[in-house]
């Protein structure tokens, strides 16, 4: 299957091995109460389609500035229904007061996080940026799993700061091919970019891309 994917208007998708192939829309899921664009360019910040455990997941943060909460859909098959299971919905307040948060010594403030990506492999762990850290939420629990600071590349750190502009995949040490190959060449500059901080403990190439940048982390 292939799929298109607008995070304004839905998902168009084609099995280009049908006798007939067919390109058929799939709205996203709705809220009741959406957070307001932070850019009109740029809805990767609180909502994302990411294919992660081998379905099609859709995670969006929602509700209101001082009461939001991330929840996550899984696309039913078959995909031309259009219809989107619930897995997950999270309280963000129930994470902030959570003990593992509390430990880290992270930010408390009101600010909304913005969607960093999906875990390729497991769609119970979403990652989210939050001023100059990154964390991750197991989504059953709503505890803290995973969490660093960073410092984003410039120019271009602020817009960076999204789900848009962020592909993991699962890279197998043991393969003779780097990071690095498996970035289409058309995509690539003249350098990458190694974070050494604990960010690159936990991500451990950051590749910078493109005109408008983007990050392509590996997930271990």
């Known amino acids: 299957m292939l799929w298109w994917v607008n995070l304004f208007y839905g998902i168009l998708a ?14 996203l899921p709705r809220v009741l109460e959406e957070l307001p664009p932070v850019a009109l360019n740029n809805r ?3 909502r994302c389609v990411k294919v992660s455990g081998g379905k099609l997941m859709s995670v969006q943060i929602h509700g209101s500035a001082d009461a939001s909460v991330v929840s996550t859909w899984a696309l039913a098959d078959p995909a031309s229904a259009g219809e989107w299971n619930p897995e997950h919905i999270v309280r963000l307040a129930d994470v902030w007061a959570d003990e593992s948060y509390l430990n880290t010594l992270l930010p408390r403030s009101v600010l ?25 939420v197991d989504l059953r629990r709503g505890t803290i799993v995973e969490f660093s600071e960073f ?12 789900s848009h502009f962020v592909h ?15 970035v289409p060449t058309s995509l690539m500059k003249e350098e990458f970019t190694a974070m050494r ?5 936990m991500f451990p190439k950051l590749i910078k891309t493109g ?8 997930i271990s």
């Open 14 to 27: 084609c099995d280009p091995f049908a006798d007939e192939p067919e390109l058929f829309h799939i709205p």
């Open 168 to 182: 993991a995949w699962q890279y197998d040490p043991s393969s003779s091919k780097g990071p690095a190959d498996f």
């Open 211 to 218: 005109t408008y940048s983007s990050v392509y982390i590996h």
């Open 112 to 136: 909304v996080p913005a969607l960093a990506l999906l875990h390729p492999a497991d769609p119970n762990k979403a990652y989210f940026f939050l001023c100059s850290h990154i964390f991750a």
């Open 197 to 201: 901080s604990l960010f690159a403990t």
């Open 44 to 46: 990767g910040v609180h």
């Open 151 to 162: 410092r984003m590349p410039e120019p271009l750190g602020h817009v960076m700061i999204s």
